[in-house]
């Protein structure tokens, strides 16, 4: 390597985590941030950490005096590269120690630090979100997501083996899709656009070009007025869309799907989830299904009156949840309640192929049966109030042969938030936006 900023030997970094006593004799090299330096006069003790753990260096001012100052002068969560030898040792709790023959500062860390990634105190979570690239350093923090992204390689592995087609659709638009309330306009040039509520729109549009079953990871914006542990201005939203397919059908892919979250997070995420505290054990499939009545019925034994249509309340869900395990589905939602793309039950059309997957009184999933037919569409636009005229290139896709289908949505960041356990959802997306918050 001919980079003067980089040690010569960097490319055979080592990962702190991979080295043990199995490498005694052997000379490693290892970068990353300093967690803390104890100079006990004629000998200091420099741990270094990256993502896969900590080694200690063992440094003699005898020896090397030189080594001996730089690593006296460190501050912490400075970054260093050590080229060192490896060393069994009794006495080291890792069974070994490090012995550098070189060592060099990469990037020095102001003090005082604006948050301690190392100290044993908890962290508000306004202090950790205020300094996220700190807090990352902390390894609660990093395990939530490690845990994310073997969540998501788990869902992106089970659609790609279910032959889903991943895609991405505009996310400035010229129409609301989950009602206007929580739209974010924008200036598009001369005209005003949205930032997208949901790739609902596009992803049937694509039922109809024959690519059959869809699947898009990417951001939905909404501009929720609450300020909720679970609310977001921008979220992650991971969605299908599958022709030839009812209800029942994509319910069943979303069970495997996360059927396969929790076993990738088993598979590549069991140091992070120990970090968490977390014992995953995957459901029984089929998930219980009970519908938007029954809820109604067991909210009555409980005294609380849900008027027909009307949506459940927090109490509710928390009531219906005591009986019911962790994971369930609610379905035949209301017609009203739901969304115009949403297909009411022929025989009882007050009521819809709409379903919600629950955990606990949380919602992460909404999806249904689609409308399909044009004339039918457009007069569930008009019922909603809507205008058939603002949804134009969304008809056009009807009526010109368009398959039964299907699809839900599910929120990468509420699925995060139950999987590691967390209790805010701020504390499972990286850069959160919510009503208060745009940096950093
Ligand atoms: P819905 O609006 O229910 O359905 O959203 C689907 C899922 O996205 C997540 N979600 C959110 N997460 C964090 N903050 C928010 N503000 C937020 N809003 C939604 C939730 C929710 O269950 N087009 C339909 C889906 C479909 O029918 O295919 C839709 O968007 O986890």
């Known amino acids: 390597?001919?980079?003067?900023?980089?040690?010569?030997?960097?490319?055979?970094?080592?990962?702190?985590?991979?080295?043990?006593?199995?490498?005694?004799?052997?000379?490693?090299?290892?970068?990353?941030?300093?967690?803390?330096?104890?100079?006990?006069?004629?000998?200091?003790?420099?741990?270094?950490?990256?993502?896969?753990?900590?080694?200690?260096?063992?440094?003699?001012?005898?020896?090397?005096?030189?080594?001996?100052?730089?690593?006296?002068?460190?501050?912490?969560?400075?970054?260093?590269?050590?080229?060192?030898?490896?060393?069994?040792?009794?006495?080291?709790?890792?069974?070994f120690e490090l012995l550098p023959s070189q060592l060099r500062l990469l990037g020095a860390a102001e003090s005082p630090l604006p948050l301690g990634p190392a100290d044993a105190v908890g962290v508000e979570v306004e202090t950790a979100l205020n300094n996220r690239f700190l807090d990352l350093r902390r390894p609660q923090t990093m395990a939530v997501f490690l845990c994310r992204a073997a969540i998501?390689?788990?869902?992106?592995?089970?659609?790609?083996?279910?032959?889903?087609?991943?895609?991405?659709?505009?996310?400035?638009?010229?129409?609301?899709?989950?009602?206007?309330?929580?739209?974010?306009?924008?200036?598009?040039?001369?005209?005003?656009?949205?930032?997208?509520?949901?790739?609902?729109?596009?992803?049937?549009?694509?039922?109809?070009?024959?690519?059959?079953?869809?699947?898009?990871?990417?951001?939905?914006?909404?501009?929720?007025e609450h300020n909720t542990t679970r609310h977001l201005n921008e979220f992650t939203s991971i969605d299908i869309e599958m022709a030839y397919a009812d209800d029942e059908?994509?319910?069943?892919?979303?069970?495997?799907?996360?059927?396969?979250?929790?076993?990738?997070?088993?598979?590549?995420?069991?140091?992070?989830?120990?970090?968490?505290?977390?014992?995953?054990?995957?459901?029984?499939?089929?998930?219980?299904?009970?519908?938007?009545?029954?809820?109604?019925?067991?909210?009555?034994?409980?005294?609380?009156?849900?008027?027909f249509g009307e949506d459940l309340s927090m109490e509710v869900l928390r009531a219906i949840a005591d009986e019911l395990p962790d994971l369930y589905f609610i379905t035949r939602w209301p017609s009203a309640a739901k969304p115009f793309y949403i297909r009411p039950v022929p025989d009882s059309p007050q009521h819809s192929f709409a379903f919600d997957l629950q955990y606990r009184e949380k919602e992460i999933t909404s999806g249904g049966q689609r409308v399909h037919d044009v004339g039918m569409l457009q007069q569930r636009l008009l019922d909603q109030g809507l205008d058939p005229e603002a949804f134009a290139y969304y008809l056009k896709a009807f009526r010109y042969g368009m398959p039964p289908h299907a699809g839900w949505g599910l929120g990468?960041?509420?699925?995060?938030?139950?999987?590691?356990?967390?209790?805010?959802?701020?504390?499972?997306?990286?850069?959160?936006?919510?009503r208060e918050r745009i940096v950093p």
Not at 19 to 33: E, K, L, N
Not at 258 to 267: D, H, I, P, T, V
Request: with cysteine.
């Open 1 to 95: 390597m001919t980079n003067d900023l980089l040690p010569d030997d960097i490319a055979q970094r080592r990962p702190c985590g991979s080295i043990g006593p199995g490498d005694d004799g052997g000379t490693v090299v290892v970068a990353g941030f300093v967690e803390d330096l104890r100079n006990l006069g004629n000998i200091a003790f420099l741990t270094v950490r990256d993502r896969s753990g900590k080694v200690q260096l063992t440094l003699l001012k005898k020896k090397m005096p030189e080594l001996f100052a730089l690593a006296s002068s460190l501050s912490r969560e400075s970054v260093v590269a050590a080229t060192a030898k490896v060393q069994r040792s009794e006495k080291a709790n890792a069974g």
């Open 249 to 307: 059908a994509v319910m069943g892919v979303l069970e495997r799907v996360l059927q396969a979250a929790m076993r990738s997070l088993n598979e590549h995420a069991p140091d992070a989830l120990r970090t968490l505290g977390v014992t995953l054990v995957p459901p029984q499939l089929p998930l219980p299904r009970i519908t938007y009545d029954h809820c109604r019925a067991l909210a009555a034994k409980r005294d609380i009156t849900v008027a």
């Open 152 to 224: 998501l390689r788990g869902v992106r592995e089970q659609l790609q083996q279910e032959d889903f087609i991943e895609v991405q659709t505009p996310k400035i638009v010229a129409t609301a899709t989950e009602g206007g309330a929580g739209l974010f306009p924008m200036q598009y040039f001369e005209r005003k656009a949205y930032l997208n509520q949901s790739p609902q729109l596009y992803k049937q549009i694509l039922m109809a070009s024959g690519l059959d079953r869809v699947w898009e990871v990417g951001p939905a914006f909404r501009a929720e």
């Open 412 to 434: 990468a960041d509420r699925l995060t938030l139950i999987l590691t356990q967390r209790e805010n959802v701020r504390e499972c997306v990286l850069f959160p936006r919510d």
